[in-house]
């Protein structure tokens, strides 16, 4: 019953910045953890940067200093700012949302996926 609608991918010059959201709805007592993933084809997925139900962040090496994770509780929403992009974060990126809906029952819910392509 939890949805997941993303946006904010495209396409963007290298050292650009795009901002990424992810909206979850439907029955959500709860979000306890959100993370940002991402996969090219041929390349394993990566985790990206994850947010914590305390607030604390954790992001890969190859993105540090230069994405950011937050939240917005009050809209079951969570966003990924990318700034200074390089041509190695082209990717389909995607949101993982872990929480407890109404009904107490524990929810792992993914998002469609957004294309983000970095390129000149």
């Known amino acids: 019953q939890v949805q997941l609608v993303e946006s904010g991918g495209g396409l963007v010059q290298p050292g650009g910045s795009l901002r990424l959201s992810c909206a979850a709805s439907g029955s959500i007592f709860s979000i306890n953890a959100m993370d940002w993933s991402r996969q090219a084809p041929g390349r394993q997925r990566e985790l990206v940067a994850h947010i914590t139900s305390g607030g604390s962040t954790n992001y890969a090496d190859s993105v540090k200093g230069r994405f950011t994770i937050s939240r917005d509780n009050a809209k079951n929403t969570v966003y990924l700012q990318m700034n200074s992009l390089r041509p190695e974060d082209t990717a389909v990126y995607r949101c993982?949302?872990?929480?407890?809906?109404?009904?107490?029952?524990?929810?792992?819910?993914w998002g469609q996926g957004t294309q983000v392509t970095v390129s000149s």
């Open positions: 993982n949302v872990v929480g407890l809906t109404g009904s107490a029952r524990r929810f792992d819910v």
